[in-house]
């Protein structure tokens, strides 16, 4: 009898290089993040903290792989 391994669906983190819409300034923000993280040049929010995926408001460029 053979047991099949089940691939469990894990949420993928990723670091996301996010510019602010408001001044263009770059930051990297982890995509789970549990904090919320505002842009270090205008202040403006960047990425708000959730349960599990951070909604980014910023604009997304590209997501930096691990
Ligand atoms: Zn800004």
């Not at 510019?19 to 930051?27: L, P, S, T």
Request: proline content about 3%; some cysteine; aromatic content about 4%.
């Amino acid at each position: 009898m053979k047991r099949e391994s089940i691939m469990i669906p894990k949420p993928r983190s990723a670091f996301l290089s996010v510019q602010c819409e408001k001044c263009g300034e770059k930051a990297v923000v982890f995509s789970h993040t549990t904090t919320n993280i505002n842009c270090k040049s205008c202040g403006e929010l960047l990425a708000e903290k959730s349960g599990s995926l951070a909604s980014i408001t910023g604009k997304v460029l590209s997501a930096l792989d691990q």
